[in-house]
């Protein structure tokens, strides 16, 4: 019998004591983390490549949905939210195969997401975590949204030029519910792919555009930004740190929380930016 390694990330600590009582009743669940916010939850999924982690969706600083926006795509296990959002929320989790726990926690909940978890797990259907995750949050967004009476045209956007210096500055143009974000390409972090959505990372914050990589990729500046996972884009001007990994692979640390693994194929690109310096 298969044995999901879990972490259980909540703020209340009555809450996570509750939470872990109920999971303990599972003999196919081990509990090999408790954390009490976004900033332990990102650290411990990094280290211990859990299989399945229930997250709370509200906390204080990184909530639940920002915690799986900064983590790279292939490192997002199974999620199960347990959250007391809306109904309208939960159907959108329902659609897109992502499973949640109500608070108060609800024993009929858990079993269902533990039993859903382990029919995933069990017939390989546990990858594309994050995408999921991204597309119910984009049809959470899409029921709140309101129309933009203005919206800016992202050719034009593109081309605006900056008043000081007439240098073009290169932007990604981000519609998010009825605010449009012009993010200068220069403070983008790095950018990670899910599915049909891209998470773009400047300064803490993590941008989700309709978009995939390949077609973004098209826009960036190529002396910059460059691939080093299937899935993963970093701005060379951010590295801070080259993390020796297993089988040849390594971690780029980008900031204070963000960890990006580069993958063996693409190591060279690395080696190389290293070299040139």
């Given at each position: 019998?298969n044995?999901?390694?879990?972490?259980?990330?909540?703020?209340?600590?009555l809450?996570?004591k509750?939470?872990r009582?109920?999971?303990n009743?599972?003999?196919?669940?081990?509990?090999?983390?408790?954390?009490?916010?976004?900033?332990?939850?990102?650290?411990?999924?990094?280290?211990l490549?859990?299989d399945?982690?229930?997250?709370?969706?509200q906390?204080?600083?990184?909530?639940?949905?920002?915690?799986?926006?900064?983590?790279?795509?292939?490192?997002?296990?199974?999620?199960?939210f347990?959250?007391a959002?809306?109904?309208?929320?939960?159907?959108?989790?329902?659609?897109h195969?992502?499973?949640?726990?109500?608070k108060?926690?609800?024993?009929d909940?858990?079993?269902?997401?533990v039993?859903?978890a382990?029919?995933?797990?069990?017939s390989?259907?546990?990858t594309?975590?994050?995408?999921?995750i991204?597309?119910?949050?984009?049809s959470?967004?899409?029921?709140?949204?309101?129309?933009?009476?203005?919206?800016?045209?992202?050719?034009v956007a593109?081309?605006?030029?900056?008043?000081?210096?007439?240098?073009?500055?290169?932007?990604?143009?981000i519609?998010?519910?009825?605010?449009?974000?012009?993010?200068k390409?220069?403070?983008?972090?790095?950018?990670?792919?899910?599915?049909?959505?891209?998470?773009?990372?400047a300064d803490?914050?993590t941008?989700?555009?309709?978009?995939?990589?390949?077609?973004?990729?098209?826009?960036?500046?190529p002396?910059?930004?460059?691939?080093?996972?299937?899935?993963?884009i970093?701005?060379?001007?951010?590295?801070?740190?080259?993390?020796?990994?297993?089988?040849?692979?390594?971690?780029?640390?980008?900031g204070?929380?963000?960890q990006v693994?580069?993958?063996?194929?693409?190591?060279?690109?690395?080696k190389?930016?290293?070299t040139?310096?």
């Amino acid at each position: 019998m298969n044995t999901l390694k879990a972490i259980i990330v909540d703020d209340e600590p009555l809450a996570l004591k509750l939470l872990r009582s109920k999971l303990n009743k599972f003999s196919e669940l081990e509990i090999i983390a408790e954390c009490k916010n976004g900033r332990e939850a990102i650290q411990a999924t990094m280290d211990l490549a859990p299989d399945i982690i229930f997250l709370d969706i509200q906390m204080p600083g990184i909530d639940g949905f920002g915690v799986i926006k900064k983590l790279q795509t292939d490192v997002v296990p199974m999620v199960v939210f347990t959250t007391a959002f809306e109904q309208y929320a939960l159907d959108a989790f329902d659609v897109h195969a992502v499973d949640y726990i109500l608070k108060p926690i609800d024993e009929d909940h858990i079993k269902r997401a533990v039993e859903r978890a382990l029919i995933r797990f069990n017939s390989g259907d546990n990858t594309d975590n994050k995408n999921r995750i991204i597309g119910a949050i984009d049809s959470i967004n899409e029921r709140e949204n309101v129309d933009i009476r203005f919206p800016l045209d992202p050719e034009v956007a593109d081309s605006q030029t900056s008043s000081t210096s007439g240098i073009v500055e290169r932007k990604v143009v981000i519609k998010d519910r009825d605010d449009i974000t012009l993010l200068k390409q220069s403070e983008i972090e790095w950018i990670d792919a899910a599915g049909d959505y891209v998470c773009l990372h400047a300064d803490g914050v993590t941008h989700i555009k309709r978009s995939t990589l390949k077609s973004l990729l098209k826009e960036l500046d190529p002396n910059i930004f460059k691939r080093v996972h299937r899935s993963t884009i970093v701005n060379l001007n951010f590295i801070q740190k080259v993390i020796p990994h297993t089988k040849g692979e390594f971690f780029l640390k980008l900031g204070e929380y963000d960890q990006v693994k580069v993958s063996r194929n693409y190591r060279d690109v690395i080696k190389s930016f290293l070299t040139d310096m």
